[in-house]
């Protein structure tokens, strides 16, 4: 089969693989239907992500058709439609009981990292009865694409960690795709305000499409003061980091309300200051999250009542064997105004 291979910090090459097999009772083999890009497959190419070893297949996102089970799978069976999580969860461990699936003993985040992942014609996903779910009818397999990770990143490390709330004020620094889908999924609260913050003028304009009710180009260093100019001197309420520099997280620090949360998601590979001679007596909460994906069965019931449309936020598609040229539409995200790109198996 054909697969996009890590070859090591900067490469990357479309490699023939074996098509993976059973190992253990509780695998699936899933056939791909369509997989996509994410950020941190980037983070992974420039070589930030150590647990990546060279030769590892990327991706940890897709929708399928289950090709084999093993023995002990008893929720699935071949050609039942699936969407792939990208946290993988055995469902039994302390965390998984926790409903911490991201810190599974056995999973979490091991698809395209750890293990071989979705940017292939064939997967191996252990742990399948509760690491799949099974697609509703008669929805758009390329939108629910968005709930292997996109969604449930921006939804439960943005809004459920920022403790989002009817009539609240909300910033989100970063309108790439994961600051837009916590944009999305804020929506579900009626907050009165949402400030979506960025450098790109483009993705701002995006952002107003999707519900933003103030945007900001943090280009000219003066954000903080603009945020309090709209929030009556006060801040907000929710400050969501969705971009992953020592920047955008300082920033946060200058905009979050007495009594607020800053709700961080992005991926740091940097150390960052902590303004605690300013913050300690203003009642904040600061949250950081590896995405557990336990909201996936709520969210694929609100793309089926058609409560929220992840396809948004598909710009680009590409056949598997033109993956090299969805990363470099992906990577050039500025010029190119991709957001997420589909790649159909
Ligand atoms: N916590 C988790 O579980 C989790 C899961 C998935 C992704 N992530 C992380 O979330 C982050 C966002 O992902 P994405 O795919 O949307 O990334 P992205 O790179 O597409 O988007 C980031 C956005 O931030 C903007 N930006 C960059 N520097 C800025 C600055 N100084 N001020 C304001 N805006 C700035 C960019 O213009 C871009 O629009 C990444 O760090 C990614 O690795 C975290
Ligand atoms: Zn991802
Ligand atoms: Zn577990």
Redesign the pocket.
Known sequence: MKALVYRGPGQKAIEDRPKPEIQAPGDAIVKIVKTTI???D??ILKGDVPSCAPGRILGHEGVGVVDSVGAGVTSFQPGDRVLIS?ITSCGKCEYCRRGMY?HCITGG?ILGNEIDGTQAEYVRTPHADTSLYRLPKGVDEEALVMLS??LP?GFE?GVLNGKVAPGSTVAI????????AALLTAQFYSPADIIM????DS?LGIARQFGATHTLN?ADNKAAEAVKALTGGRGVDTAIE????P??FL?CQDLVAPGGVIA?????GYKVDLHLERLWSQNIAIT????DTVTTPMLLKTVQAKKLDPSRLITHRFPLDRILDAYDTFGR??ETQA?KVIIAA
């Open positions: 994410c950020g941190t980037l983070h990208c991201s985040w990770d996109i990143t490390c620094v970063g309108a790439g795709p994961i600051g837009l913050i960025d450098l790109d993705r943090s969705a971009v992953g520099v920047a955008t920033l961080n998601i992005g991926v740091h950081t999250r590896l995405v995200a500025a957001l």
